[in-house]
């Protein structure tokens, strides 16, 4: 088995209203079973995600926890419109958006944006990432898949990693319940975070910086799926103990 891994060169500085999906096409070949994998700063730009602290007008729990950090109260009031519910509000402020994902500051992005601007988040990312996998598909004639990506810190490890906001047609947990180890023994428990994973491996290339690339190509994994959503990574309220744990804590 092999997995190649490609930057698509020549991506320029994306403009609301560009087509993402034509512009990788214009710029690499596409092949069968490749996994496009494309940041989230970029399909926020292309939608018109993009908001400027000026235009907002904080709420009086957006002052209080303000309070509590060296934030701009507008700042947090923006998260707090993005966040179905905040975890932790301070050292750090860890909400839940609206679709589910759990992340510092709602993931609104402050880098790789025009001065005076900050980035969302698609507010629905699977929508965003299918609607560009199924144009690449018919300007290509290739069947693919999409996985859409931020940057997220870790719980109990220092550093951020590339992870999985949206995907197209491909599953983000591949369960290996029932399969055989080198061993023998029967699998119980294993489920394998692929979209993650694939994430993580795109983001040494995309890089952080002003040199870095928001599209990668991963070829070699065969992996693609007619049915799949993001949403079966993220564990429910009753199972999460975590959200659990943290709740509690905000009631001491």
């Not at 989230?40 to 993009?50: D, F, H, L, N, P």
């Not at 949206?166 to 428990?189: A, C, M, R, S």
């Not at 007619?226 to 975590?242: F, N, V, W």
């Amino acid at each position: 088995m092999k997995m190649q891994v490609y930057t698509v060169e020549n991506i320029p500085l994306i403009k609301e209203g560009d087509d993402i999906a034509s512009i990788i096409c214009e710029n690499i070949t596409i092949e069968d079973n490749d996994i496009v994998v494309i940041a989230s700063t970029i399909v926020a730009k292309a939608e018109g995600r993009m908001f400027r602290l000026e235009d907002i007008i904080p709420g009086e729990k957006a002052l209080a926890i303000a309070s509590k950090h060296d934030l701009d109260a507008r700042f947090i009031q923006a998260v707090l419109d993005r966040s179905k519910e905040v975890l932790v509000d301070h050292p750090i402020f860890l909400v839940e958006t609206h679709n589910g994902h759990v992340c510092i500051k709602a993931g609104i992005d402050e880098s790789n944006v025009d001065i005076g601007y900050l980035a969302d988040l698609p507010s629905s990312p699977d929508e965003s990432t299918s609607k560009i996998g199924s144009a690449i598909e018919h300007i290509t004639g290739k069947k693919i898949s999409v996985i859409l990506t931020d940057t997220n810190g870790r719980a109990f490890k220092i550093g951020q990693t590339g992870i999985a906001i949206g995907v197209y047609k491909i599953h983000p947990v591949k369960n290996w319940k029932g399969q055989k180890d080198l061993f023998g023994n029967t699998l119980e428990i294993t489920e394998e975070a692929i979209a993650d994973e694939i994430a993580g491996a795109a983001n040494l290339l995309m890089g952080e910086g002003d040199g870095g690339y928001p599209v990668v190509i991963i070829r070699g994994l065969e992996l693609r799926a007619e049915e799949a959503s993001i949403q079966e990574m993220y564990r429910s309220d009753r199972e999460d103990i975590i959200k659990k744990g943290l709740r509690s804590l905000s009631k001491v």
